[in-house]
């Protein structure tokens, strides 16, 4: 798996060096996220997501971009009252693939397809960590997402995105699913 994702890289990195109609790309921000089907709510799980992606422009207003990132993701719930506490952490690398229409001068639509790889989760309460045989989450996350980016200028964006898992990432207790809001600052070379 290293392997590809390093392959997956190296290959973006060419694109946007060796053709006219790519660009590459340094993508960072925070994620606000919660776990549907853990019996709480709130975007209370806050993380730092980034990555590096390449562009290819097929005019002025049309774009495809493969995007290689680190992605939070998780539930946190603390009830001092009742003196609970709740936390899934989840840490993915993504390869989002997503395409962007300009709608304005500086205002892109985007939406598209993402699959992660689970790299680790810890899921720990008010006694202590969950033994993770218990709460099994499955290797591989595939979301659809959309959003709305803004350039400041022409190499610099930001932009929000909405994301949700297609397949659920839980199922041994009840299917959970991750359900996120992205902000991100862009910087394309």
């Not at 990195?13 to 109609?21: K, L, P």
């Not at 506490?85 to 390869?95: A, G, M, R, T, V």
């Not at 959003?147 to 839980?170: D, F, K, W």
Request: with cysteine.
């Amino acid at each position: 798996m290293r392997f590809f994702l390093i392959s997956c890289f190296l290959t973006l990195i060419s694109f946007s060096v060796y053709s006219q109609g790519f660009r590459g790309g340094i993508s960072g921000g925070l994620t606000a996220t919660q776990v549907d089907g853990d019996k709480y709510g709130g975007y209370r799980k806050v993380g730092v997501q980034g990555g590096v992606y390449s562009k290819y422009y097929f005019d002025d207003k049309a774009a495809l971009s493969f995007k290689l990132r680190y992605m939070p993701k998780g539930s946190y719930q603390n009830d001092e009252k009742q003196h609970y506490f709740f936390k899934i952490s989840l840490h993915y690398i993504e390869l989002p693939v997503t395409f962007s229409y300009r709608i304005y001068e500086k205002l892109d639509v985007n939406a598209g397809l993402s699959l992660g790889w689970l790299l680790k989760y810890k899921v720990e309460d008010s006694s202590g960590q969950v033994a993770n045989n218990r709460l099994s989450y499955k290797k591989t996350d595939i979301n659809v997402f959309g959003g709305i980016s803004y350039y400041l200028t022409e190499h610099i964006s930001v932009g929000l995105q909405y994301a949700y898992s297609l397949l659920p990432i839980n199922t041994k207790l009840r299917p959970q699913y991750n359900n996120m809001l992205i902000a991100t600052a862009n910087y394309e070379f």
